[in-house]
């Protein structure tokens, strides 16, 4: 199967931009507002789309220059901001910005927006009008996001207005990643809270709409199943700290919308200023990033010595065996900087993660993170007593306040609650203000008792608490695995609960002719064993992933509302891998844990002091 990166990519090109420029050879220009380019980026390099006879690339929303003798392919939401402001470039009739418009849109056009435009001076100039159906970003060859980041508090807060309006917007975007993906799935959702259980009949009245109206829709024979969960289904896995390549740069490193800036020195001893842009336009990132972070350094190592040791000039020196080796051995090389700068990117990367982890302390709480979140040790024995480490963590002064409000969190989910008064007691020992004390008891409107022996907002657990998985476990500080990887393989092995994951409608298991599910098979474990008790110390036998699938059968879709990890996005190709089914993975956004620290303490804001 195609990754969801070049379907988009092809929809983009052969449904939207070729059809306008192909059989002509005059230059057009693309005109996008803030959504549609978050889209198209997505997906298109900008050499992609200028390839297509497209002169200049600009956002509807800023001056642009007129360029009257130019018709212009417009992709726009169906927002009326956008609407207006397409409407304002065609208002003077003897002086249009454009000749023409040929005008796309992400999704559906309401029939108030369309009459809007109908009426418009900017009618006279449309010669095309079509709904692209593509809502949603193409974040990576299997994973996708609605760009919503404030959907956690739409969803979840008691002060949330806007609930139903961003359920129905998230159910919209859902229906258009089906028709892209040509999808009519057969869809399930978890009990866990009420939300799952209203988006997916949503998404389900939506999808039998465009079903009865599409013209021309074939969707595939062999349906996919779509699984719509929701952020209550697993509180701990977006607080852990995570030691794969990707998820440990985006939790310890300062990235930005994917960028992450450095200073280096060059050859001469100049201090220079580099940013780098994270991603698979860089061939070596889906190669390394769901590596652990140690496999991760060993792999670029040991690439740089083939290197090394493929060039005839090179092969007097010595090998590097640590990133420092590397690093000198690069300075000393500046003939071929160019083609050292992909090892240069992942050294830089690797070596400013590790320099977070060893000075921030983080072995010995995510240690601790690891007991709690599994109830037991390395070894397996039950752990037990954990309150007494507490203190010792939290009155810690070096070590982070954010890293002691996600220790304390894990500690309260793990435990099922705590006493008031050790709560109180651990809250003054951490010298937590009254924001990070929200943010923990705000844990409380995703289902999690915050007291021992108090009920929580009706949530209920999927998945229950997990024994120790010894054939799985390459590093004692990655011991969790995370609930969806166990729902994924459940799922793909046709051995999902029905009860606690039910059918919107069509149970293949007793709906004849119904596909999307595979025949029951022998569980497969995605990592190998390992005893080694360092975090670091290397599974020699372990199996790289291969970041070409050759897939099979029907797709597994998922969608979590209320943000997703990169420990899950990594679970997902895991399963893949595994199983040969294509797993797509998508939510309202990503999550770091300190954007989900951030955005649990705004779900009930404190009351304002007098």
């Known amino acids: 199967m195609t990754s969801l990166m070049e379907i988009c990519k092809e929809r983009m090109l052969n449904e939207m931009i070729r059809p306008i420029t192909a059989n002509s050879t005059a230059w057009k220009a693309l005109i996008v507002d803030h959504e549609s380019m978050r889209i198209i980026s997505g997906c298109c390099k900008m050499y992609d789309v200028m390839e297509e006879n497209i002169t200049v690339v600009e956002k509807i929303d800023i001056a642009r220059q007129p360029l009257p003798d130019l018709e212009a392919i417009y992709f726009l939401s169906p927002k009326i901001e956008s609407i207006d402001l397409l409407i304002n470039d065609f208002r003077k009739k003897d002086k249009p910005m454009y000749a023409a418009a040929h005008l796309f849109f992400t999704s559906k056009l309401g029939d108030a927006e369309f009459e809007k435009i109908r009426t418009s001076p900017a009618i006279a100039k449309i010669k095309t009008l079509k709904e692209l159906n593509m809502e949603f970003i193409s974040y990576e060859s299997q994973v996708y996001h609605f760009d919503m980041g404030k959907s956690l508090f739409s969803f979840f807060s008691p002060d949330s207005t806007d609930g139903a309006k961003t359920q129905a917007l998230v159910a919209n975007k859902l229906v258009t990643l089906m028709a892209a993906l040509n999808e009519y799935p057969i869809i399930r959702y978890s009990k866990s809270h009420a939300l799952a259980s209203t988006l997916a009949t949503a998404v389900q009245t939506r999808l039998d709409s465009l079903a009865r109206t599409a013209v021309g829709w074939t969707p595939n024979e062999d349906r996919a199943i779509l699984l719509v969960l929701d952020r209550t289904f697993d509180p701990i896995s977006p607080l852990l700290h995570e030691f794969s390549y990707q998820a440990m740069v985006y939790d310890l490193l300062d990235v930005k919308n994917d960028r992450f800036k450095y200073n280096f020195t060059s050859n001469s001893g100049v201090q220079q200023h580099k940013e780098i842009l994270l991603g698979e336009t860089d061939p070596l990132w889906p190669v390394l990033r769901h590596m652990h972070i140690a496999e991760a350094i060993e792999w670029v190592i040991t690439q740089f010595n083939d290197f090394a040791k493929a060039n005839a000039k090179m092969t007097d020196r010595k090998q590097a065996s640590s990133l420092t080796d590397m690093s000198e051995m690069m300075r000393s090389m500046p003939q071929y900087t160019e083609m050292l700068s992909k090892y240069s990117v992942h050294y830089n990367l690797t070596e400013s993660a590790m320099n977070v982890f060893n000075g921030k302390k983080i072995e010995n709480i995510a240690s601790i993170e690891q007991d709690m979140a599994c109830g037991t040790d390395a070894d397996g024995n039950t752990v037990k007593n954990l309150i007494s480490v507490m203190p010792g963590i939290l009155a810690d002064e070096t070590i982070s306040m954010t890293d002691k409000i996600r ?204």
């Open 407 to 610: 220790l304390l969190m894990i500690f309260i989910i793990s435990q099922e609650g705590i006493k008031d008064q050790d709560r109180k007691r651990l809250v003054d020992l951490a010298k937590m203000s009254f924001k990070d004390q929200k943010s923990i008891e705000n844990l409380f409107y995703l289902g999690v008792a915050l007291n021992k022996g108090a009920k929580a907002k009706k949530v209920k657990k999927d998945v229950k608490k997990k024994k120790k998985r010894g054939d799985d476990v390459p590093f004692t500080l990655s011991r969790y695995v995370p609930n969806l990887k166990e729902i994924l393989e459940a799922q793909a092995q046709n051995q999902l609960d029905a009860s606690e994951f039910p059918y919107v409608r069509d149970d293949p298991s007793i709906t004849s002719g119904r596909s999307g599910s595979v025949s029951a098979s022998k569980p497969t474990s995605l990592r190998e064993g390992s005893k080694q008790p360092r975090w670091a110390d290397k599974d020699k036998g372990k199996k790289k992933e291969d970041p070409k699938n050759n897939f099979q059968g029907a797709r597994i879709i998922v969608f979590i509302a209320g943000g997703m990890t990169y420990s899950e996005m990594r679970s997902a190709y895991e399963i893949s891998q595994a199983t040969q089914r294509q797993v797509i993975i998508g939510s309202t956004h990503i999550l770091t844990p300190a954007d989900f620290v951030e955005q649990l303490a705004s779900l009930k804001s404190p009351a304002a002091s007098v």
